[in-house]
């Protein structure tokens, strides 16, 4: 059974959100690292550190941070581009 499968099994709530070009990496709190995405990233946003650790080393080009939100700079933690 796969990771995704065991946690619907276990009614565990699923606490991710995969975000096309979040609007959170305009922040100046982001402003020395978002040079370094691409324009057509993606964001993968957890309060499970646990599953972004899991999910860190199983993929390619990760950047790992945290953010508190919302906040001054970032309104909505969730928002993203339409692209």
Do not use: H, Y
């Not at 922040?27 to 999910?55: G, Y």
Request: aromatic share 14%; net charge positive; charged share 25%.
């Amino acid at each position: 059974m796969n990771e995704f499968s065991t946690t619907v099994a276990q009614k565990k709530r699923i606490d991710f959100w995969l975000l096309p070009a979040p609007k959170f990496l305009n922040a100046e709190t982001f402003k020395s690292v978002k040079n370094k995405f691409p324009k057509d990233c993606l964001a993968i946003v957890s309060t499970n550190k646990i599953f972004i650790t899991w999910l860190k080393l199983r993929l390619n080009n990760v950047f790992v941070g945290e953010f508190l939100g919302p906040t001054q700079q970032i309104k909505n933690p969730l928002d993203f581009e339409t692209l």
